[in-house]
């Protein structure tokens, strides 16, 4: 986990794990800048997704963690942002294939779906995890354009 540097966000449906996550990343030195929520009051996501998306895509950061209830509206937010390759998942076979076969950027994670501890080794697989280019490079060039 060299190098990393990771933009996380959450709305007030992922806020709690969201503090979750970070005490994870605290304990493993990762370098990590939180983009808020800072709280469960309700909020957009869209707002918390476009801030993280775009540190992301600018290279300011080189992942992002991005939480909310489900996930879902997380994922379709960062992928509409071009160089974002986000992928929501709530099992470690599919945190593995989408740093091995579509190079995913941003992890996305239901608060409402998936449990703690699992969310945890989600993100770890993912961290962890590398892209295997070959083939696949072939086709994450294809996907801008
Ligand atoms: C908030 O209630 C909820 O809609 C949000 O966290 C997320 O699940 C949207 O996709």
Redesign the pocket.
């Known amino acids: 986990m060299e190098n990393l540097k990771i933009a996380i966000g959450a709305?007030?449906?992922?806020f709690r794990l969201k503090e979750k996550i970070i005490e994870y990343l605290r304990e493993k030195n990762v370098e990590f800048k939180d983009f808020g929520t800072f709280d469960e009051e309700?909020c957009n996501?869209p707002d918390i997704a476009k801030k993280v998306s775009l540190e992301v895509a600018t290279g300011n950061f080189n992942k992002g963690i991005l939480i909310?209830?489900?996930?879902?509206?997380?994922s379709?937010v960062a992928n509409k942002t071009k160089g974002i390759r986000a992928a929501l998942c709530a099992d470690t076979f599919s945190a593995k294939a989408s740093r091995a076969h579509n190079n995913a950027n941003i992890l996305c994670l239901?608060?409402?779906v998936t449990g703690e501890g699992l969310a945890l080794e989600i993100l770890d697989t993912w961290l962890n995890s590398s892209f295997e280019s070959g083939r696949h490079k072939t086709r994450v060039d294809m996907i801008e354009c």
């Open positions: 709305d007030h449906g992922g309700s996501y909310c209830g489900t996930g879902i509206g997380m379709i239901g608060q409402r």
